[in-house]
C-alpha cells in the first residue's frame, strides 16, 4: 500500500502561481510513475502530468509550457510547479503513484481556485 497526501492548492488570482506537493509513504520503494490528475466541477478525471522513476517526464497539452512536475525519490515526494493560472485550471488536482505491477494509488486531493 501507498499512502499519499497533497498540500499547496488554494486560492490565486489569474496569472498567479501555485506549487503542489505529494508526500509518499508506505510501500513506496516499488513506485515506478508519480504523477498529477485534476478533476473540474463536472467534468472527467484529467491526467494532466507524469514522471517516470528514470525522470522522464509527459504533460497533456492544456499544461505543456505552464505547468512543471519534479520528483525527489529521497524526499518521497512530487511536486507540480503551476505558472500562469487561469480560471479554467479550477479543479480538484489528485496526486497519484503507480507500482512496478501496475497498481495505482491515489490522493485525496487538494482543491485549487483561480479567480478571473
Known amino acids: 500500500q501507498v499512502q499519499l497526501v497533497e498540500s499547496g492548492g488554494g486560492l490565486v488570482q489569474a496569472g498567479g502561481s501555485l506549487r503542489l506537493s505529494c508526500a509518499a509513504s508506505?510501500?513506496?520503494?516499488?513506485?515506478?510513475?508519480m504523477g498529477w490528475y485534476r478533476q473540474a466541477p463536472g467534468k472527467q478525471r484529467e491526467l494532466l502530468a507524469g514522471i517516470s522513476s528514470s525522470g522522464t517526464t509527459n504533460y497533456a497539452d492544456s499544461v505543456k509550457g505552464r505547468f512543471t512536475i519534479s520528483r525527489d525519490d529521497a524526499k518521497s515526494a512530487v511536486w507540480l510547479q503551476m505558472n500562469s493560472l487561469q480560471p479554467e485550471d479550477t479543479a480538484v488536482y489528485y496526486c497519484?503513484?503507480?507500482?512496478?505491477?501496475?497498481?495505482?494509488?491515489w490522493g485525496k486531493g487538494t482543491l485549487v481556485t483561480v479567480s478571473p
Open positions: 508506505g510501500n513506496i520503494f516499488n513506485i515506478n510513475i
Open positions: 497519484y503513484s503507480r507500482s512496478r505491477s501496475g497498481i495505482d494509488y
